[in-house]
């Protein structure tokens, strides 16, 4: 019991366990629909493209959330027309924008000099860093993401399983897609700060495929995935406390730790469940 | 209720992806209730025009009236049975979360589901035969069920005008004589069906008129009087043969 108390009398831990949970949750909630409309290269594409507003505001000396949440959204933005136009494909479109924001950010952090510390705080977070005023963003950032996902619960699912019936419908198709994107882009930037843009994509992903092989629908999926975003958070951070590891890490490698256990059980296919009925 | 116009009017109706026109000046009209088999050879723009029909796919020219009024004053009005292939079959829904996603427009996009949406999602699934898998996702289910729990999801929709893209094709027997059970007790309701199908034989026997596409409309009509060996040739040519007897036969695929 003390093992579990002992970190939560630091006030800088308490912050750090509040944000990783907000993330987790988040990026489970969001990654629910990466998964399922296949758009991990997105997540992760814009999470790297994030880096130069994050350049940007060091070097005007503004927020570096803020700068994020630009950068993130004009990302967000650009895929989305750039793909309307459908004189490239979507991929492609990311592939442009990605690696330019990422040179661009490179660019920009290089002709700093005293910038090699908080580059690796960007690449892979500084959850023990989180200030009262970072959380307050962080969950302020993480209901507003909430809720809309809640209230166009919907939509969402409609778009992503049939964009036909949505056609039919007369839902405003192109316009839920680019909210979805900003949406998205608003998580990358909330889970910058606990797991950095390096492994922000696989807190995405790896809940949400965790929980997508153990239910069989879509709010289930989202629950157990926010749950299990969660879990990751807590259980990481008490790993990277006692083991001295970047957090970010322990964070995600706990997650795929569970996603490794529900591949290997999971009822629907899990590799151990697959074995011939006279082996078992 | 019964509306004076016709239910459908298409009216010079050009329709194509990017730069490349796959239907053009498409003219005719559908009255209330008829069953209109849609028939051409493959990639002669049947679905197309009923991505046309859905709003999917802008027209380039021409207009399209439902009741009189331009195409997308009547959200409710048009329903499309996809192609089995063009759905996601691992996608974590169920067969009853299929069926109540055709009640989302009636019910409102914000909030739950009424008591009225739950009993019209049961009673699709009762009329096609699938109650039992209402609960089922929608991975396990078999071919034929596939069809039937969107023949549902189309009736809770309770459409004026029924869209089935191949509904013949591929399915087992107890499933197609359902899908023109479901045709007859449609039109029953006056609602309009289209279905473009590739089965000639199905479309001369169980439909009251026949729209015959290649690229344009070649004839529009009933049955005995599309089924011409000259319009056959105009849509199929190099598909077609004609045998000894008299007799056509036509390979659409």
């Known amino acids: 019991m003390d093992l579990l108390l002992e970190p939560l009398q630091y006030a800088f831990m308490t912050r750090a366990f509040a944000a990783s949970v907000i993330v987790g949750v988040l990026c489970a909630v969001m990654g629910t629909y990466v998964v399922l409309r296949g758009m991990a290269f997105l997540g992760d594409a814009m999470a790297h493209a994030i880096l ?9 000396q503004g927020n570096l959330l803020i700068g994020a949440l630009v950068a993130a959204l004009v990302v967000a933005l650009g895929i989305g027309v750039f793909a309307r136009q459908g004189q490239i494909k979507e991929d492609t479109a990311i592939g442009i924008l990605f690696a330019a924001a990422l040179s661009l950010g490179v660019a920009l952090i290089s002709s700093m000099k005293s910038y090699a510390v908080d580059l690796g705080h960007i690449l892979f977070g500084d959850v023990l860093g989180v200030s009262v005023g970072d959380l307050w963003l962080t969950a302020g950032l993480g209901v507003l993401v909430l809720v809309t996902v809640a209230l166009l619960y919907k939509p969402f699912l409609v778009i992503s399983f049939d964009p036909v019936l949505a056609a039919t419908m007369r839902l405003p198709g192109d316009l839920l897609r680019m909210l979805m994107l900003v949406l998205l882009a608003l998580t990358v930037v ?12 696989a807190m995405l992903v790896t809940p949400a495929a965790t929980a997508y092989l153990l239910t069989r629908r879509l709010l289930p999926m989202m629950l157990v995935a ?3 975003g969660a879990l990751s958070a807590i259980v990481g951070l008490y790993v990277s406390y006692y083991a001295n590891i970047v957090s970010g890490a322990a964070i995600v490698l706990t997650a795929t730790a569970f996603f490794l256990v529900a591949w290997l059980l999971n009822p629907k296919q899990g590799v151990l469940r697959r074995r011939p009925r006279g082996l078992v | 209720m019964k509306d004076t116009t016709d239910q459908l009017e298409v009216q010079g109706a050009s329709i194509g992806y990017g730069d490349k026109v796959v239907l053009s000046d498409l003219t005719f009209s559908v009255p209330h209730g008829a069953r209109v088999a849609v028939v051409g050879p493959n990639g002669a723009g049947k679905s197309t025009l009923f991505k046309a029909l859905v709003g999917l796919l802008p027209l380039r020219s021409g207009r399209i009236y439902v009741h009189g009024r331009p195409l997308g004053n009547h959200k409710d009005c048009v329903a499309y049975v996809p192609q089995r292939e063009e759905v996601d079959w691992h996608f974590p829904v169920t067969v009853g979360d299929v069926v109540m996603m055709g009640r989302y427009d009636r019910q409102g996009w914000i909030g739950g589901d009424s008591r009225a949406d739950k009993q019209a999602v049961k009673r699709s699934l009762q009329e096609m035969g699938v109650a039992h898998l209402e609960t089922r996702s929608i991975a396990d289910l078999s071919g034929g069920e596939q069809q039937r729990v969107f023949l ?3 009736l809770a929709q309770e459409p004026h005008i029924l869209l089935m893209d191949e509904p013949f094709t591929g399915v087992d027997a107890p499933t197609q004589d359902s899908t023109l059970g ?39 009509g009933p049955p005995s009087q599309v089924m011409t060996q000259e319009n056959l040739r105009a849509a199929f040519g190099a598909y077609m043969t004609l045998l000894a007897d008299g007799r056509i036969v036509v390979d659409a695929h």
Do not use: C, W
């Open chain 2, 182 to 220: 479901l045709l007859d007790d449609l039109q029953a309701e006056d609602v309009t069906a289209m279905i473009a199908t590739h089965d000639l034989g199905i479309a001369v026997e169980k439909f009251d008129l026949m729209l015959l596409l290649n690229h344009k409309l070649i004839a529009f």
């Open chain 1, 190 to 201: 909330v889970s910058l700060q606990t797991v950095g843009v390096g492994l922000a994509a």
């Open chain 2, 152 to 154: 549902a999801r189309a």
């Open chain 1, 52 to 60: 130069p507003g994050v350049a940007i505001a060091y070097l005007l």
């Open chain 1, 226 to 228: 926010a749950g299990l």
